[in-house]
């Protein structure tokens, strides 16, 4: 089956940094790449959605300037968190998907800002 | 404004028991309405319904779709304590490239 990688698993970083998250479509060319969030006891909460070779599209009250998403290739988006603070500590999950099937998720990235 | 709400939020049964979870969504832009398993990591896929009343099947698990009510069912029969999980229902917009909108999930607990 489809599989998605993440990397890291987990990062703990300081107040103030910035943090690479890394998402991989292992197996298949992923058109189309999403990024969620998932607070505890939450649900996902959609951040944006990146095509290769292109510009992302953000959702509504999710800074793009704070979030970079760079979708280099049909393998490989990325999700940098600038300037991280406490209350960006979350579960970050990507999703995959290839033409108009269904999406497959990443094993998510554990992000604590101290 | 784009809601998918799922019922009940938690449920707790013992082994062996049928369950039915309910999730609810809004008409606007819908192309298909998809439902999840969350354990500790990421959701692995259950089902996607794109039609109505037409049953999916897999093992002890099923589920269906009612566009006119707007609502799908997901049931466990002969649930065991591998069945407890989070189970999320997403809906997929037919606009704007595929994007999910998420319940805020049903907490199942199975105790043997």
């Keep these: 089956g489809a599989v998605v990688s993440q990397h890291p698993s987990w990062v703990i970083c300081k107040s103030g ?34 095509n290769e070779g292109s510009k992302a599209t953000y959702e509504q009250g999710v800074e793009k300037d704070k979030f970079l998403i760079n979708h280099a290739s049909l393998t490989l988006s990325t999700l940098t968190v600038t300037s991280a603070h406490p209350e960006d500590s979350s579960f970050y999950i990507c999703s995959a998907q290839q033409g108009a099937y269904e999406q497959y998720f990443g094993p998510g990235t554990r992000l604590t800002v101290t | 404004e784009d809601k998918v709400v799922q019922s009940p939020l938690s449920l707790v049964v013992h082994e062996g028991d049928t369950v039915t979870l309910n999730c609810s969504y809004e008409v ?7 439902w999840y398993k969350q354990e500790k990591k990421a959701p692995t896929f259950l089902f996607m319904l794109t039609s109505s ?17 707007l609502f799908s069912i997901l ?17 997929e917009r037919e606009t704007s490239g595929s994007r999910l909108t998420f ?5 199942l607990t199975v105790n043997p």
């Design chain 1, 17 to 50: 940094t910035s943090v690479k998250i890394e998402c991989r479509s292992l197996d298949f060319q992923a058109t189309t790449m999403f990024w969620y969030r998932q607070f505890p006891k939450q649900s996902l909460m959609l951040m944006a959605t990146s």
């Design chain 2, 103 to 107: 319940g805020e999930g049903t907490q």
């Design chain 2, 75 to 91: 049931n466990i029969t002969a649930t065991q304590t591998g069945d407890s999980a989070v189970y999320l229902c997403a809906k």
């Design chain 2, 28 to 34: 606007t832009n819908f192309r298909s309405l998809l």
């Design chain 2, 53 to 69: 009343g037409i049953e999916k099947k897999s093992g002890r698990l099923s589920s269906i779709l009612d566009k006119k009510e």
